[in-house]
Structure formats: C-alpha cells, structure tokens
C-alpha cells in the first residue's frame, strides 16, 4: 500500500474541514468533550474531519489527552 502524496490528502478533504487554526483554538474543548465522555465528534464535526486528515494537529491531540489523563 502506497503512502498518500500530499496532493492526494489535499484532494481528500472533507468539505467541513476546519482547518489547522480553529481546530488548535478549540482543541481543549474538544479534548475536555471526549474525557468526559461526550459526542465530540458530533458538537465539533469540522474538527473531528480536520483530525482525520492533518497529522500534526491529531499529535497534538494526543498530547493533550495523556497530559489531561496524567494529570
């Protein structure tokens, strides 16, 4: 299985797509969301897209899930 090119993820995205900046001002809700058992995907769906697709942002997610489950 070949490794998507960039072009490939660009053409893929989800039209709801939030993109890096409003995903990272509002990943902290989103985290809290999902620690607390809540539909995040659901409330914050532009985000939910934009984590399937920009690999830095879903790092920094799982960064702050294990620093909030740490903590």
């Keep these: 299985m070949a490794i ?3 072009l490939e ?3 893929d995205l989800d039209p709801i797509d939030a993109g890096c900046g409003e995903t990272l ?3 902290d809700a989103y ?3 999902l620690l607390a058992g809540g539909d995040a995907e659901g409330r ?3 985000i939910a897209a934009h ?3 920009c ?3 879903r790092q920094d997610l799982e960064g702050l899930l294990i620093a909030a489950r740490r903590g």
């Design 4 to 6: 998507p090119s960039r």
């Design 31 to 33: 985290v809290e969301m």
């Design 9 to 11: 993820n660009f053409l």
């Design 44 to 46: 914050f769906p532009g």
């Design 55 to 57: 690999h830095p942002c």
């Design 25 to 27: 001002q509002m990943l």
């Design 51 to 53: 984590l399937r697709h």
